[in-house]
């Protein structure tokens, strides 16, 4: 049973910075892509980074290329997110997608997904 659980999420002034974590259990993060994922009120849920499984390969939507930054280890992927603006603020999902990484990140294409956390800026 493969399980996903987020955290780090939070409440930031704009130009901040915050850092998420996310945990997998139930499954080797050896194989396989690891992606970020942002839904804010209203709109659909949008990919912003992913990173294979063996921490090679990152690629950043253009919103967020130059502030954030995606890294895997042997357990868990971060996303370090600075200099945040109002239009980062969303529900962040990081997804698990068993197969190797594709060009585009879509949600159809991730099999396993976390519960999410929260990401305010003010």
């Known amino acids: 049973h493969v399980q996903l659980v987020e955290s780090g999420g939070g409440s930031v002034p704009a130009g901040g910075s915050l850092r998420l974590t996310c945990a997998a259990s139930g499954y080797i993060v050896s194989s396989g892509c690891m992606a970020w994922f942002r839904q804010a009120p209203g709109k659909e849920r949008e990919g912003i980074a992913r990173i294979t499984a063996g921490g090679g390969s990152p690629a950043y939507a253009d919103s967020v290329k130059g502030r954030f930054t995606i890294s895997q280890d042997d357990v868990k992927n971060v996303l370090q997110m600075n200099n945040l603006k109002p239009e980062d603020a969303a529900m962040y999902y990081c997804?698990?997608?068993?197969?190797?990484?594709?060009?585009?990140?879509?949600?159809?294409?991730?099999?396993?997904w976390g519960q999410g956390t929260q990401v305010t800026v003010s």
């Open positions: 997804a698990l997608r068993t197969g190797g990484c594709l060009p585009t990140m879509m949600m159809t294409d991730y099999n396993y």
